[in-house]
């Protein structure tokens, strides 16, 4: 499978508990982006990164939240102390190339803060 | 600020009839701009890009572009109930960032 894989793609966490969110880019692919999505809403930009660096977090909240794609393995998006409001389904996408600008997304991962 | 803009709808339209989505982005120095079809409960998927000013055809889609206006636009010919789904608008403002619209909804009824 060439996609993009995310994992979970169903996650449950108490209040306090620390969420991990991993993506695989596709095959290829050095860019990798998060973003947040609210039942009835449109995508909310959190972070861009290419391999072992950051490049853009300006959409992610300064606490809590963290991110990483390091040289080797997936991409990570660590939420630690999850509140209810981070309830959301957050997906994953990666690009090859820059500035043609076809991102190719993951199915998402759904996290639920009870 | 970076800002895509749509409206939110929802937007019906009979089978068969032309739907039209619209979109306005803050930054004028963009240079590629691209729509998103995303079913309830999944991923989004690409189903156009324009990059240069005028129109493009893609089957029963055609998008739209003029820069000065800082306005694209999607075009859906011939629509079907498959149709039905959120519309999201993505600008690329430069370095790779890419800035979504909160999508349209569009219904087509049969």
């Known amino acids: 499978n060439a996609g993009v894989m995310q994992n979970p793609r169903h996650l449950v966490r108490r209040r306090g508990q620390e969420a991990r969110l991993r993506c695989s880019p596709m095959?290829?692919?050095?860019?990798v982006y998060w973003y947040r999505q609210l039942p009835e809403e449109g995508l909310k930009f959190m972070v861009y990164?290419?391999?072992?660096?950051?490049?853009?977090e300006s959409g992610m909240p300064k606490e809590r939240f963290s991110a990483e794609f390091p040289k080797e393995g997936p991409s990570i998006l660590r939420i630690q102390q999850v509140v209810r409001g981070d309830s959301a389904a957050y997906f994953c996408?990666?690009?090859?190339?820059?500035?043609?600008?076809?991102?190719?997304f993951g199915e998402g991962s759904r996290l639920t803060v009870l | 600020q970076k800002e895509v803009e749509q409206n939110s709808g929802p937007l019906s339209v009979p089978e068969g009839a032309i739907a039209s989505l619209n979109c306005t982005y803050s930054?004028?120095?963009?240079?590629?701009f691209f729509w998103y079809r995303q079913y309830s409960g999944k991923s989004p998927e690409l189903i156009m890009f324009?990059?240069?000013?005028g129109d493009k055809e893609d089957g029963r889609f055609t998008a739209q572009l003029n820069k000065a206006s800082q306005y694209v636009s999607l075009l859906i010919r011939d629509s079907q109930p498959s149709d039905s789904a959120t519309y999201l608008c993505?600008?690329?403002?430069?370095?790779?960032?890419?800035?979504f619209g909160t999508g349209t909804s569009l219904t087509v009824i049969p």
């Open positions: 996408a990666s690009s090859g190339t820059l500035n043609t600008g076809e991102l190719f």
């Open positions: 095959k290829g692919h050095s860019h």
């Open positions: 990164l290419q391999k072992e660096n950051i490049i853009d």
């Open positions: 930054d004028r120095g963009s240079q590629s």
């Open positions: 324009i990059y240069s000013n």
């Open positions: 993505a600008v690329n403002m430069g370095g790779n960032q890419f800035y």
